[in-house]
Each structure stands twice: as C-alpha cells, then as structure tokens.
C-alpha cells in the first residue's frame, strides 16, 4: 500500500555483497518524510539511520 507523501521507492543490493540493501525513498515535501519517520515500519528498520552509515544521514 502505497504511503502518503511518497512519490517512489527503490531498493538496490550492494554490488561487492548482496546482503547490503540500500533503499532509495522520496516525498512529495520535508513534512510527508518527517511523518513516515514516524511510523512504526521506519522505526523498526533501523536504530537510527546514521547506525548503517559512515556518512552523516540527511534529507534533502
């Protein structure tokens, strides 16, 4: 079921091993993604999205 506020998704396997995922999301304006981090879904993806990266995490 598709989410308010999310105009697409994507998810691609890391080239060097295929049990990283990287999952590639984009909202129609900052305030639809600010309440799909909200949700209980996003919330059990991760501890924290920084938790998988060595980059800071943001959203432009």
Known sequence: MPE????SFAA?????DARDV????????REAF???RETDHFAG???APTA????PWSCT
């Open 22 to 29: 990287v999952l590639l999301e984009r909202y129609d304006s």
């Open 34 to 36: 600010a309440r799909h």
């Open 52 to 55: 998988t990266s060595s980059r």
């Open 12 to 16: 691609y396997h890391g080239v060097g």
């Open 45 to 47: 993806l991760a501890p």
């Open 4 to 7: 308010p506020g999310n105009i």
